[in-house]
């Protein structure tokens, strides 16, 4: 386990930016309008509740670190549960993590699963490099098909294995923008496509979070039998509201988090 955060999120964010270039892109128009590094708000990472990869294996590689838990979401629909956690310092980025409840899948699809996870080595889980270490597994280009039609989470891990799905600019640190509208006219100026999915802002002031995020770019990934260019991760812009203690609201909203896995959607 890394005894550093700094290192693990330099990392991750190198591992994200491979195959998310607009993500690298916006995060130069921003520093160039701002003159001010970007803080990053969170990140998020995915996988399946299966033995050795659930969603606790993948949060020790925190706690270890000093995060502590925080809330959980439920996700009927999409079959998913989250829980993030957060560093009692603050400074630090905090960590929402989901993982899909395969039992609730299709035969199907729990089969092809379970067939990915039994590919992982569970001294490969513990290793330092893991949340970064992307997949683990052979999969073909018709098998992916397969599992988009039922479940595009299962279908996009299965693409991508273990990276972060998204980093998270910090509105509340940014000097020239005040508001997710303004955020959203510059990526649109941009040229960048924004999710619209439940409105292009997710989240009000009276839930103290609103989000906005990119469609996910699309890029090449090499399957088993082809190559062939699919949706990869996104870049996401939280604006925190403070609580009636002042402090920063440090949670997530559930219906806004529900809209924003929409992002890494192929058909949009």
């Known amino acids: ?18 195959v998310t270039p607009s993500a690298e892109r ?7 309008e701002e003159g001010q590094a970007i803080v990053n708000d969170h990140i998020a990472l995915r996988t399946f509740n299966l033995d050795p990869v659930r969603l606790d294996a993948l949060a020790e590689h ?8 925080g809330g959980e979401y439920h996700f009927e629909a999409k079959k998913l549960y989250a829980r993030h956690y957060e560093h009692p310092s603050r400074e630090l980025p905090k960590v929402f993590i989901s993982e899909l409840l395969v039992e609730e899948c299709s035969p199907e699809l729990q089969s092809v699963v379970k067939g990915l996870v039994e590919q992982v080595k569970p001294e490969a889980v513990i290793a330092d490099d893991f949340l970064y270490s992307g997949r683990h597994w052979e999969v073909d280009y018709e098998t992916y098909r397969k599992l988009m039609r039922e479940s595009e989470y299962a279908a996009w891990m299965a693409a ?6 998204h980093f998270t600019v910090s509105i509340n640190h940014l000097d020239q923008f005040r508001s997710v509208p303004e955020i959203n006219q510059l990526l649109k100026d941009q040229g960048y496509t924004v999710n619209a999915s439940g409105g292009e802002v997710k989240g009000s002031p009276a839930e103290l979070l609103e989000q906005s995020s990119t469609m996910a770019d699309r890029v090449p990934v090499a399957f088993s039998d082809q190559t062939v260019t699919i949706p990869s ?8 509201y403070p609580k009636p203690d002042g402090q920063l609201y ?7 988090a529900d809209k924003i896995f929409e992002s890494t959607n192929a058909g949009s």
């Open 233 to 240: 991760c996104f870049y996401e812009f939280a604006l925190r």
């Open 26 to 32: 916006i995060h130069k128009i921003l520093g160039a």
């Open 250 to 256: 440090s949670g997530f909203v559930a219906a806004s």
């Open 62 to 69: 925190f706690l270890s670190l000093g995060y502590q838990q």
């Open 160 to 165: 991508w294995g273990y990276r972060a799905n």
């Open 1 to 18: 386990m890394h005894t550093d955060p700094d290192t693990l999120f330099a990392r991750l964010w190198e591992s994200y930016r491979q």
